[in-house]
């Protein structure tokens, strides 16, 4: 499983999955919420299952995963207490790589649809804005990946390359979804994109961030 890598760029942390290299360092307890980051949680399978029940404090969610069957491979958070499911991951076939969502505090269990076996991670970033990366902020990469902690300002522009005939999409989870009317299903939405794609657009999270890509092949993302 391609674990999440922190970045030094400047003498702060950035967050990436482009490495194989596990998680080592801890993140600061001073978050701007106060609350320290969650341990992570792993489930493992194969086929189609429901996880157990696990608890989310509310904020930023990311989810690593492996999948190594050959058909469906689909994620959802499903809450106990509220209507809204949150979907994760869609996609065909074996999979390496990571996404993420804000989700609202509570119980939930991660509903998997798959045809073989597949491994999961969750994880709850927690930093402050002097932890995040300010823009300008430019990665290449490779796949579905995520990209933080970026410290945006409400006025924000995100620019994308992308060259395969494949779906292409960029959206950004808030740290704080507070008073933000972009952000749906967890997420504000980006670009979302068939086929090759080049573009520049502004977005509208004031605050920390974590933009997560969608894709099969390699890519481009500035953010100024």
Known sequence: M??????????VVLGTSLGTTPVTAALQDDTDDDREEPDPIEFSGDGVTVTEEFEIEGGPTVIEGV????????VRAVPNEHEQEYRLLSHIGGFDGSTGAFLEDGAYVLYVDADGPWELIVRQPRVSETEAEEPPVSISGSGTDWI????LDGD????AVYDAESP???AVVPQ???NNDFVWNGQELVFDAIGAFAGVTA??????GYVTVDAADEWTIEIE
């Open 2 to 11: 391609r674990r999440r890598r922190l970045l030094l760029s400047g003498g």
């Open 168 to 170: 292409f999409r960029i």
């Open 203 to 208: 977005i509208h999270t004031d605050g920390v």
């Open 67 to 74: 999948h190594e069957g050959t058909s469906t491979f689909d």
């Open 176 to 178: 704080d979804a507070e």
């Open 148 to 151: 933080g902690p970026v410290l």
């Open 156 to 159: 924000a522009t995100v620019g």
